[in-house]
């Protein structure tokens, strides 16, 4: 079972090469979530008779709550290259919440997640044992979502009116590239820069400046993967286009965060 390299979206890197391996789905969450969650995805993947695929993630400013063979885990933001194996067949659910969307089901704040794999059951309790179970049982999809929203529902969260502001900031990071400084940032939302810099701590985990890199290091990945690596990137433009001082600072950003220069990631995609 395949999917389409465009539709695995950003940061999943070598789309090409990842949509031969698996497919992923993507679905709204159920409409009473909303405010918590940005969507609920499945991988699903048959592999048996032939090699086990690595597949290395560019993470997103997102915790995600996956419910795996292995158990259920809330997966904090990760700093790094997220590489998963995937080999024979199986089918995972994945809750990807909000930027802050996650700090109503947490007791402390977000950069306590960084880059860390926490078992569901230390944050949910018991009952993610079980719904870890229901979800993996369950025939299709939505059945999936359905097991998986009983046991959000069941932490009672209550929507955050801070955490739906910071929602939008990052929102507005992505989507708007001239923003390219925290300060900047600041004046547009109208506030001091050090409480920015708390509010992202305390709701996403990571700073403005760390959600702008990635955000230009997504696009990045994506420009380097579109036309196959066989077709030229003018990489100077590029660097312009993201906001970078130049080429060189395109590449040591690239090099630092996904191991190898942009040439040399295309050139193996």
């Known amino acids: 079972m395949t999917a389409s390299a465009r539709s695995l979206g950003a940061g999943v890197l070598h789309p090409q090469d990842a949509a031969a391996r698996f497919s992923l789905r993507r679905h709204r969450p159920p409409g009473d979530l909303a405010p918590f969650i940005d969507f609920c995805w499945v991988v699903q993947w048959d592999l048996r008779g032939e090699p086990a695929h690595d597949q290395s993630i560019l993470p997103h400013p997102n915790v995600n709550l996956a419910f795996e063979p292995e158990g259920a885990s809330v997966y904090g933001v990760d700093r790094r290259v997220f590489t998963r194996r995937i080999s024979g067949a199986g089918r995972v659910l994945g809750i990807r919440f909000r930027p802050g969307g996650f700090r109503p089901f947490y007791s402390a704040s977000i950069s306590t997640l960084n880059d860390l794999v926490v078992p569901a059951r230390d944050i949910f309790g ?81 700073s403005p400046k760390w959600v702008m890199r990635r955000a230009r290091l997504h696009e990045a990945a994506l420009r380097a993967d579109a036309g196959g690596p066989d077709s030229d990137v003018d990489w100077a433009a590029l660097a312009a286009d993201l906001g970078y001082a130049d080429q060189a600072h395109l590449t040591r950003d690239f090099t630092a965060t996904l191991g190898v220069p942009p040439s040399r990631y295309r050139a193996t995609g």
């Open 126 to 206: 018991p009952a993610a044992d079980r719904a870890g179970a229901a979800v993996l049982a369950a025939p299709c999809d939505e059945a999936m979502i359905a097991a998986a929203a009983a046991l959000l529902r069941g932490a009672g969260p209550r929507p955050d009116p801070v955490a739906a502001d910071v929602a939008g900031i990052v929102e507005r990071i992505t989507a708007d590239p001239e923003l390219r400084q925290v300060a900047s940032l600041a004046d547009a939302f109208g506030m001091p820069e050090r409480r920015l810099q708390r509010l992202f701590a305390e709701y996403v985990g990571v």
